[in-house]
T-cell receptor, first 118, second 110 residues
Framework: GAVVSQHPSRVICKSGTSVKIECRSL??????MFWYRQFPKQSLMLMAT?????????EQGVEKDKFLINHASLTLSTLTVTSAHPEDSSFYIC??????????????FGDGTRLSIL | DAKTTQPPSMDCAEGRAANLPCNHS???????VYWYRQIHSQGPQYIIH?????ETNEMASLIITEDRKSSTLILPHATLRDTAVYYC???????????WGAGTKLIIKP
């Protein structure tokens, strides 16, 4: 159980293109989803917390107009990298928590999206 | 959230138990200890978590000291597929965010 699907797994596109990444919880409902970014040989960095039906909360230094997050249902959150540039090339990973009353439920992660901007 | 300290790397022979330590001396009473691992170029995989009692599941065992200032993740019979970076994270009941350190790079050797 607790499977998170992330799509696409790899994207290569030209500078200036907008790219949408989908994150789905396949067998559970997730009121909260998270988006992370990971550069080579570094740890995961939280970009934003996405709550179903409300605006995402962005971490300091993350441009909300560049990284658009939509969490329209309990099983789907999307991250759109708008007008992507080479410096946006990275490994983007989403996670989701099972919606329960208790707050200690772990996050479950997708397999990530490797974004390469030429 | 409390910080954690882990050794940067460890080796373990295939078939042996791998014991990964983690120090979290500033952990608060409401913070859980979570363990994840990340195999190269994949998303992190949840392993186990606990508050103060020892925990065991099909993947691993988690031993938390009585004062909760440190813990050990035990992979009972390590295989080559267990080679990964292992992260120990503490997170509060009411705080859903996970702060990722550098983790321990575990290499299982044949």
């Amino acid at each position: 159980g607790a499977v998170v699907s992330q799509h696409p797994s790899r994207v290569i596109c030209k500078s200036g293109t907008s790219v949408k990444i989908e994150c789905r919880s396949l067998d559970f409902q997730a009121t909260t989803m998270f988006w992370y970014r990971q550069f080579p040989k570094q740890s995961l960095m939280l970009m934003a917390t996405s709550n179903e039906g409300s605006k995402a909360t962005y971490e300091q230094g993350v441009e909300k107009d560049k990284f658009l997050i939509n969490h329209a249902s309990l099983t789907l959150s999307t991250l759109t990298v708008t007008s992507a540039h080479p410096e946006d090339s990275s490994f983007y990973i989403c996670s989701a928590r099972v919606s329960t009353v208790g707050g200690n439920q772990p996050q479950h992660f997708g397999d990530g999206t490797r974004l390469s901007i030429l | 959230d409390a910080k954690t300290t882990q050794p940067p790397s460890m080796d373990c022979a295939e078939g042996r138990a791998a014991n990964l330590p983690c120090n979290h001396s500033t952990i608060s009473g409401n913070e859980y200890v979570y363990w994840y691992r990340q195999i190269h170029s994949q998303g992190p995989q949840y392993i186990i978590h606990g508050l103060k009692n020892n925990e065991t599941n099909e993947m691993a065992s988690l031993i938390i000291t009585e004062d909760r200032k440190s813990s050990t993740l035990i992979l009972p019979h390590a295989t080559l597929r267990d080679t990964a970076v292992y992260y120990c994270i503490v997170s509060a009941y009411s705080n859903y965010q996970l702060i990722w350190g550098a983790g321990t790079k575990l290499i299982i050797k044949p």
